[in-house]
């Protein structure tokens, strides 16, 4: 990836006609071999331009970035040259309107552009995920966009072909800054996968007009597929929180599937995110799973806890559930939070399970046989 630079400040650039920087724009756009293509270092319009372009000048713009996004192997440049006209239009208006909600802007000027992109934003910072609309699966372009000491400066980042999921930020407004901290940012990221979302967070500090990424966290510890958001608790806390699962042992799961559930929970200090808290989600899905487990290795102490009566254990065993005679398998359509489930069980058996909830906890509270013919 070309390396970053961070964006030249309005004060040094020399005001010019508004026709003169949109026939720039468009010469930038047109020619493959354009310089301004190529250098890493931004170069915005000047202030009053994107505040002028008429409707036709922005019309010829899209079409242009139409076609780039439409050329084979053009998407990172096309969404640099996306990002430099967000980066453009974001100095000139936040110039004028300090409060200006910058999300909201980027999608009024990308959606007149007709440029795909996902955005995520806090207090100072923006990302913005750019795609080709025509073909999302071609892959997606990060680019962050945040408060520099003079204006708003804008960086591509790592995270190519991801789901952008959210953005955090820290140390970059307020005197002393709220959230407290060294300036930096914190985004989630989903990847897809056969069996559902990954996530990946990943943190970069603020610096020098530099984006550097200092931290990552994968899919083994966020806890493998599922759910994340980041939760500020006060004006100086910021967590992550995931919801997430790995297949349950002897069972067969799809990704609508009911699923054992975690919730991991990591708070951002001043070496990066570190873990505080892993807790498991009770549920009568997650209570059958563990059951099983508990006969596999004939654990009967803790199978008994499980269940209403003691009966069902012996029950269960003598129908030989903890050895293994094939995969388990929820049937279709069915809640993982419900009171009556059906299981199937290898290529014949089927069980209707019922469950009642204890406390904070749920209990086996009965099983009879059934059929798959629900399928």
Same mark, same amino acid.
């Given at each position: 990836?070309?390396?970053?630079?961070a964006a030249?400040?309005?004060?040094?650039?020399?005001?010019?006609?508004?026709?003169?920087?949109?026939?720039?724009a468009?010469?930038?756009?047109?020619?493959?071999?354009?310089?301004?293509?190529?250098?890493?270092?931004?170069?915005?319009?000047?202030?009053?331009?994107?505040?002028?372009?008429?409707?036709?000048?922005?019309?010829?713009?899209a079409?242009?970035?139409q076609?780039?996004?439409?050329?084979? =192997?053009?998407?990172?440049?096309a969404?640099?040259?996306?990002?430099?006209?967000?980066?453009?239009?974001?100095?000139?208006?936040?110039?004028?309107?300090?409060?200006?909600?910058w999300?909201?802007?980027?999608?009024?000027?990308?959606?007149?552009?007709?440029?795909?992109?996902?955005?995520?934003?806090?207090?100072?910072?923006l990302?913005v995920?750019?795609?080709?609309?025509?073909?999302?699966?071609?892959?997606?372009?990060?680019?962050?966009?945040?408060? =520099?000491?003079?204006?708003?400066?804008?960086?591509?980042?790592?995270?190519?072909?991801?789901?952008?999921?959210?953005?955090?930020?820290?140390?970059?407004?307020?005197?002393?800054?709220?959230?407290?901290g060294?300036?930096?940012?914190?985004?989630?990221?989903?990847?897809?996968?056969?069996?559902?979302?990954?996530l990946?967070?990943?943190?970069?500090?603020?610096?020098?007009?530099?984006?550097t990424?200092?931290?990552?966290? =994968?899919?083994?510890?966020?806890?493998?597929?599922?759910?994340?958001?980041?939760?500020?608790?006060?004006?100086?806390?910021?967590?992550?929180?995931?919801?997430?699962?790995?297949?349950?042992?002897?069972?067969?799961?799809?990704?609508?599937?009911?699923?054992?559930?975690?919730?991991?929970?990591?708070?951002?200090?001043?070496?990066?995110?570190?873990?505080?808290?892993?807790?498991?989600i009770?549920?009568?899905?997650?209570?059958?799973?563990?059951?099983?487990?508990?006969?596999?290795?004939?654990?009967?102490?803790?199978?008994?806890?499980?269940?209403?009566?003691?009966?069902?254990?012996?029950?269960?065993?003598?129908?030989?559930? =903890?050895?293994?005679?094939?995969?388990?398998?929820?049937?279709?359509?069915?809640?993982?939070?419900a009171?009556e489930?059906?299981?199937?069980?290898?290529?014949?058996?089927?069980?209707?399970?019922?469950f009642?909830?204890?406390?904070?906890?749920?209990?086996?509270?009965?099983?009879?046989?059934?059929?798959?013919?629900?399928?």
């Amino acid at each position: 990836m070309t390396t970053p630079r961070a964006a030249v400040s309005p004060a040094h650039a020399a005001p010019r006609p508004a026709r003169i920087l949109v026939a720039a724009a468009l010469a930038c756009l047109a020619l493959a071999g354009c310089g301004c293509q190529r250098r890493s270092r931004f170069v915005p319009l000047q202030a009053d331009s994107t505040t002028t372009l008429s409707v036709d000048s922005i019309a010829v713009i899209a079409r242009d970035l139409q076609l780039r996004w439409e050329a084979p =192997g053009a998407g990172e440049e096309a969404a640099r040259l996306s990002a430099r006209f967000v980066l453009a239009d974001l100095m000139t208006r936040t110039r004028i309107d300090p409060t200006m909600n910058w999300e909201s802007r980027a999608r009024t000027v990308l959606d007149s552009l007709g440029v795909g992109a996902e955005t995520a934003s806090t207090r100072c910072a923006l990302v913005v995920n750019f795609f080709a609309r025509s073909d999302p699966d071609q892959g997606a372009w990060p680019w962050l966009f945040w408060c =520099g000491p003079k204006s708003v400066l804008a960086q591509p980042l790592e995270g190519r072909g991801l789901k952008l999921v959210a953005v955090t930020a820290r140390g970059l407004w307020g005197d002393p800054p709220k959230p407290p901290g060294p300036a930096s940012v914190a985004l989630l990221f989903g990847r897809r996968s056969a069996i559902g979302q990954q996530l990946l967070a990943m943190v970069w500090t603020l610096g020098g007009g530099h984006a550097t990424l200092v931290q990552t966290l =994968g899919p083994d510890s966020l806890g493998g597929t599922g759910t994340g958001e980041f939760e500020a608790s006060s004006d100086t806390a910021i967590d992550l929180v995931a919801r997430t699962y790995r297949p349950a042992p002897r069972f067969d799961e799809c990704p609508t599937c009911p699923h054992v559930y975690h919730v991991h929970r990591f708070h951002w200090g001043a070496q990066g995110f570190e873990r505080v808290s892993d807790e498991s989600i009770s549920s009568p899905y997650s209570t059958f799973a563990e059951f099983l487990q508990a006969l596999a290795v004939d654990d009967r102490s803790r199978a008994w806890q499980l269940v209403t009566d003691p009966s069902w254990v012996e029950a269960a065993r003598r129908l030989q559930w =903890g050895t293994s005679k094939g995969e388990w398998r929820v049937a279709p359509s069915t809640d993982e939070t419900a009171r009556e489930m059906v299981f199937f069980h290898g290529r014949d058996e089927a069980y209707r399970v019922t469950f009642e909830q204890r406390g904070g906890s749920w209990r086996i509270s009965g099983f009879r046989t059934t059929t798959q013919s629900v399928e």
